[in-house]
T-cell receptor, first 109, second 112 residues
Framework: GIQVEQSPPDLILQEGANSTLRCNFS?????LQWFHQNPWGQLINLFY???GTKQNGRLSATTVATERYSLLYISSSQTTDSGVYFC???????????FGKGTRLHILP | EAQVTQNPRYLITVTGKKLTVTCSQN?????MSWYRQDPGLGLRQIYY???????DKGDVPEGYKVSRKEKRNFPLILESPSPNQTSLYFC???????????FGNGTRLTVT
C-alpha cells in the first residue's frame, strides 16, 4: 500500500526559530492535509493542500503532487506550536485516508 | 458552534461487553470517518461514510461496525471488544469527500 513518511520524527527548537517539516508519499493521491495535534490531544486541521502553496499567518505549506511530497513551514516558532504534526493523504485508487507517523515538535521558551 | 462531538471521552470496559461510541456533527457534512491512534503507529482509518447509508472499510476495520442512518450521526460499535482494541479513537467529518477534515476531541478506550 501507499507509504507516507514524515521527517524529521522529532525536532527541538528555541522559540523564534524557523522549521521545515516534510511529508513524502509513494503513490498517487487525491489530496493531502496537514494537522497539528496539541499536547491535549486535539487534532486541528492546518491545511488542505492537494497541490500548490498556501499560507496562514506564520504557517505555510507547499505540495508538489507530481514529485510526491509536501512541506510545512513554521516561522518564528512559539511554545504553542509544540505538539505533533501529521500529514494525511487520500489514496487515489480506493479513497482511503492514510496518515504519516508524525513529527513531534518541541519549542523551548 | 460548528463541531464534531464524541461521547464518551473516557471508557473502561471488559472483554466481550458490547459498546458504542457516538459521533455527531452539526455542520451538515456528508463525509464522516473513524480512526484509532496508537503509539508508534499514528492514526489509522477504521471506517468511513460518504453519505447516509453508504459506509466503507478503512485500513483496520476488523472488530468494528458502523452505521449511518442519519447524516449527522456515525456511531462506532464494538460488538465484542478485546484488549487489542484499547486505543484513542477519533471521529472526523468533512463537507464532502475532497474537503478539509474536522476532528472530534477523541475517546480513550481501555478494554481489560
Amino acid at each position: 500500500g501507499i507509504q507516507v513518511e514524515q521527517s524529521p520524527p522529532d525536532l527541538i527548537l528555541q522559540e523564534g526559530a524557523n522549521s521545515t517539516l516534510r511529508c513524502n508519499f509513494s503513490d498517487s493521491v487525491n489530496n493531502l492535509q496537514w494537522f497539528h495535534q496539541n499536547p491535549w490531544g486535539q487534532l486541528i486541521n492546518l491545511f488542505y493542500i492537494p497541490s500548490g502553496t498556501k499560507q496562514n499567518g506564520r504557517l505555510s505549506a507547499t505540495t508538489v503532487a507530481t514529485e510526491r511530497y509536501s512541506l510545512l513551514y513554521i516561522s518564528s516558532s512559539q511554545t504553542t506550536d509544540s505538539g505533533v504534526y501529521f500529514c494525511a493523504v487520500e489514496r487515489e485508487r480506493d479513497d482511503k485516508i492514510i496518515f504519516g507517523k508524525g513529527t513531534r515538535l518541541h519549542i523551548l521558551p | 458552534e460548528a463541531q464534531v462531538t464524541q461521547n464518551p471521552r473516557y471508557l473502561i470496559t471488559v472483554t466481550g461487553k458490547k459498546l458504542t461510541v457516538t459521533c455527531s456533527q452539526n455542520m451538515n457534512h456528508e463525509y464522516m470517518s473513524w480512526y484509532r491512534q496508537d503509539p508508534g503507529l499514528g492514526l489509522r482509518q477504521i471506517y468511513y461514510s460518504m453519505n447516509v447509508e453508504v459506509t466503507d472499510k478503512g485500513d483496520v476495520p476488523e472488530g468494528y461496525k458502523v452505521s449511518r442512518k442519519e447524516k449527522r450521526n456515525f456511531p462506532l460499535i464494538l460488538e465484542s471488544p478485546s484488549p487489542n482494541q484499547t486505543s484513542l479513537y477519533f471521529c472526523a467529518s468533512s463537507l464532502y469527500r475532497h474537503s478539509p477534515l474536522h476532528f472530534g476531541n477523541g475517546t480513550r478506550l481501555t478494554v481489560t
